[in-house]
């Protein structure tokens, strides 16, 4: 039987009640569930990078430093953030592009995929770029104001350096572990009910 949609699911799921057919109602409603969770989290990273990066460049603006290296530090800084805005935007219209449910079943589990690919490129090589480039932006930043003062410069790079570290080996970690899990268990689900359509 060739399945067009998941609403050609949903019809063959009321004509087959006895079937081992999976629950397809709650497999669709898990899937809108997560893709409108990942929609809502990247979209509220971006909103807060864009609101920091506004926050950097008033205080880049309006405040006078003496040292190049501050400037090159905020402007290296806004730049990361900016990268942050670009990699949360370009997953958030990945997952829009999934928002029409009538697209053939394997056509949704390869854009699944493509977004899995991504989202793992993103992860695993745009983000280590990102937290390299942050620690390099507030490090230059921090230059002059260790100046003037030896121990807060000391005790400021050190709370600085290893809150990044911290991020990048704990949260980073176990974010990304969760949303892989959560992108492979769609994908396993959708190929399962695939593979049980395709016998029927």
């Not at 909103?47 to 090159?72: A, P």
């Not at 928002?99 to 493509?114: A, M, S």
Request: proline share 0%; glycine share 6%; hydrophobic share 45%.
């Amino acid at each position: 039987m060739n399945m067009q949609s998941f609403e050609n699911i949903h019809d063959l799921w009321q004509t087959n009640k006895e079937e081992s057919l999976p629950d397809v109602n709650e497999m669709i409603m898990q899937i809108k569930k997560m893709r409108k969770k990942m929609i809502g989290r990247y979209f509220i990273g971006a909103v807060i990078l864009v609101l920091t990066f506004l926050f950097i460049g008033f205080i880049g603006w309006f405040y006078h430093f003496e040292r190049w290296t501050t400037r090159t530090g905020i402007l290296i800084t806004m730049l990361t953030i900016v990268m942050g805005v670009v990699f949360n935007t370009r997953l958030v219209q990945l997952l829009l592009q999934q928002d029409d449910l009538t697209l053939d079943n394997r056509k949704y589990l390869e854009q699944l995929l493509h977004f899995r690919n991504v989202q793992g490129k993103i992860r695993n090589q745009g983000i280590a770029l990102y937290f390299i480039l942050l620690a390099l932006g507030l490090g230059l930043y921090m230059i002059e104001f260790a100046e003037r003062n030896l121990y807060f410069g000391i005790g400021a790079y050190i709370i600085t350096f290893g809150w990044i570290v911290f991020a990048w080996v704990y949260f980073h970690k176990k974010k990304a572990h969760k949303q892989e899990k959560e992108i492979n268990e769609q994908i396993e689900n959708l190929e399962s009910l695939i593979k049980t359509i395709e016998k029927e």
